[in-house]
């Protein structure tokens, strides 16, 4: 049965929060149609205006909310004015109403999922930058802040923006298989998609950079060939300090201990390894800095709860 898909929308919305899960629920349908199967989802974008402008100052046509969403599909992009507690009434009225077999909440539109009583007792994600406020705002949910996207059925709620294109990847995989779902992630040339469990935060780009210029040098060094052994020591005494001065300066710029900025940084290199590699584990845990495969295995399962095995898998692009 082609499912019916309500995406809403209200000015100063993020355009893609709107378009980045429209753009792979309708990549699903073309999949389908080009293997001479009917579509599975029937897009609509509703909304406060007939004509509704992003922050951005992209301009969307949509048609009236019309009855609150009594099933289907129900996507609720976020924006600059989402996390508001004054702003967007009549839509967080029309939310309170709606009782959708499924709801997608992308970025800070959760909170306008939270004022309608759409979360409560969920587990949920929402962009990095909101997400104390909107644990603190609302106690009756709970905040992973760390995640990509949070599946707490029949809730899903993302992280920031393009964590959008990876909850919609996800609900895809869930209703037509994970095969359709790389297809999809292929021809928006994405890296791969995502899992949920992943932090909002990956990859070395995404790491606080330092701004002094000898804690930027270290953090270089340390991305440059992250299975050194790299001891604190002897970074301290290139640049002439105390290891516990280093320490404390690096954390300062960083927001990290040596330590933890390694793991972290291990962790991505191993992931891209797994992933875009035929490299054996034992080969991946040595280049990514972990030893050996078996603490590459602990690592894995301490932080995403999976095997590398199990990881590559799922997410390989090869």
Known sequence: MVERVTVVSFPGMQSLDV?????????????????????????R????????????GLVMVADALGKPVRSGTLVVPGGGTAAAEDEHADLVAWLRECRPSRLLSICSGAFLCARAGLLTGRRVATHWSLSRDLGRRFRDLTVDHDALYVHDDPVWTSGGVTAGIDLALAVVAADQGARVAQEIARWLV??????????QFSGPVWLERATEKRMAAVQRALDADPAATHRVDDLAARFA?????????FARETGLTVGRYLTELRLETAKRLLVQSDLGLDAVATRAGFGSAESLRRVFGERLGSTPGAF??????R
Do not use: I, K
Request: proline share 6%; aromatic share 8%; no cysteine.
């Open 190 to 199: 994405m890296f791969l998609h995502r899992p949920g469990h992943q932090a």
């Open 45 to 56: 974008l509703a909304g406060t205006q007939g004509a509704v402008a992003s922050e951005s």
């Open 19 to 43: 378009t980045g899960p429209w753009e792979v629920l309708a990549g699903a349908n073309r999949h389908r149609a080009a293997h001479g199967e009917r579509p599975a989802y029937d897009l």
């Open 241 to 249: 300090m105390s290891p516990r001065h280093f320490q404390r300066l």
């Open 312 to 317: 590559r898998e799922r997410f390989s692009t």
